[in-house]
């Protein structure tokens, strides 16, 4: 027997889709792309009328209000912030521009987003750095002590992703963190499923990678950066006049910007941010657990398909492997036909941990149980 989110927390998930006139019939995939409140459409909306009616210069928006905002999800100030088009963006502005002398060496988990790994791997090739795999558990958790040790043998960066593309399980964050301080050793933590979704404050991480569209459920088209460790060797790539003056970066987080952006979803991102602020992260991130937990126990062994998380894992980004003869594209179709909006992470979002497609289930805050089950109907009939 399932069991259905407690009350409490079902009253945060209540609230969060009464800040919404309109969301997709079984919309599953808030780690794919979530449902914007009324008020952050508003301010996009509102945004690109004044751009029309004065120009989009003259209508630029002071942003710090924004920048304030997300940096309050870390615990950072506004200046560590910086705004890009998508997390991969952020990332590739990020480590880009690191100025990590040759033979340095770089530890990674096999849990690594695609295209991070493809960026790693270029600039390992280009900047003559060492790529070393970190240890994992069964489930793909950090090996503590195997990082320990990696760090004892030298490393120069370490990059994380918080809660991985492609699997629910959240890594120890706050502990890595620990371990990377004590080392020396800058973390930089991908948090593009974890922002509004986990904690992200524990992690005292030199940099953070998030999105907007994701869990924070912002506009499409924005990414950005967090970067309360920023140092010398660190810096943009590609020197923009945004960020720069005379060639040099500016103080803080300004220097991987560029001037040229949509400045109406950067807005909707901050109103965005404040209303997950509003509703109380603690009450959200507890919420989405129990609505992990549920997805868990109601969809592993439907039609034979198996959940690869822990049951109990503290996260509402579910993956499941197929049974023979069915597969995650079928399976998506399937529930497709029956007004169910589900996603496939394929083998290439993880390259080193996938060797199949997966399909992934992320239901947003409030979903009721009945769409769960009615997934489970979907997965069991073919």
């Not at 590739?92 to 690191?98: H, I, K, N, S």
């Not at 890594?171 to 974890?194: E, K, M, N, Y």
């Not at 220097?255 to 404040?274: D, F, I, K, P, Q």
Request: glycine fraction near 10%; charged fraction near 20%.
């Amino acid at each position: 027997m399932t069991s259905p989110p407690t009350t409490d927390t079902a009253c945060t998930g209540a609230a969060w889709r009464a800040a919404r006139a309109v969301l997709p019939s079984g919309h599953l995939d808030a780690a794919g792309c979530n449902v914007p409140a009324d008020r952050t459409l508003d301010a996009v909306i509102n945004h690109l009328h004044l751009e029309r009616e004065r120009g989009g210069y003259p209508a630029e928006p002071d942003l710090t209000g924004t920048r304030a905002t997300l940096a309050a999800l870390t615990g950072a100030a506004p200046g560590d912030v910086a705004f890009a088009e998508s997390g991969t963006a952020a990332m590739a502005a990020l480590l880009g521009g690191w100025r990590l002398p040759p033979g340095s060496r770089v530890g990674h988990l096999r849990a690594e987003y695609g295209s991070t790994l493809m960026l790693l791997r270029r600039l390992a090739a280009d900047r003559s750095w060492t790529l070393v795999e970190l240890p994992a558990d069964a489930d793909g958790r950090a090996d503590l002590d195997g990082l320990r040790e990696r760090l004892s043998a030298g490393l120069r960066l370490v990059t994380v992703p918080h809660i991985a593309s492609h699997h629910g399980v959240v890594q120890p964050a706050a502990a890595i963190g620990a371990l990377c301080r004590a080392a020396g050793v800058p973390l930089v933590l991908d948090a593009c499923q974890s922002f509004g979704h986990v904690d992200v404050t524990s992690a005292g991480a030199t940099a953070y990678v998030g999105t907007s569209r994701k869990w924070l459920a912002g506009p499409r088209g924005v990414g950005f950066l967090i970067v309360p460790g920023l140092t010398p060797a660190m810096d943009a790539p590609f020197p923009a006049l945004h960020g720069h003056a005379d060639g040099v970066p500016l103080p803080g987080a300004v220097r991987y910007e560029g001037a040229e952006a949509a400045m109406a979803a950067r807005l909707g991102l901050g109103e965005a941010v404040r209303e997950h602020l509003a509703l109380g992260p603690a009450a959200l991130h507890a919420h989405l657990a129990d609505l992990g937990r549920t997805a868990r126990r109601t969809l592993d062994g439907a039609g034979g398909w198996r959940v690869r998380e822990p049951l109990d894992e503290p996260s509402a980004l579910v993956t499941l492997r197929p049974p023979p003869g069915d597969s995650a594209a079928d399976a998506r179709a399937r529930a497709t036909r029956a007004g169910l909006l589900v996603s496939v992470a394929p083998a290439a979002r993880a390259p080193l941990a996938l060797t199949e497609p997966v399909l992934r289930v992320s239901p947003p805050p409030g979903t009721p149980p009945e769409t769960l089950t009615a997934l489970a109907r979907v997965l069991s009939a073919r």
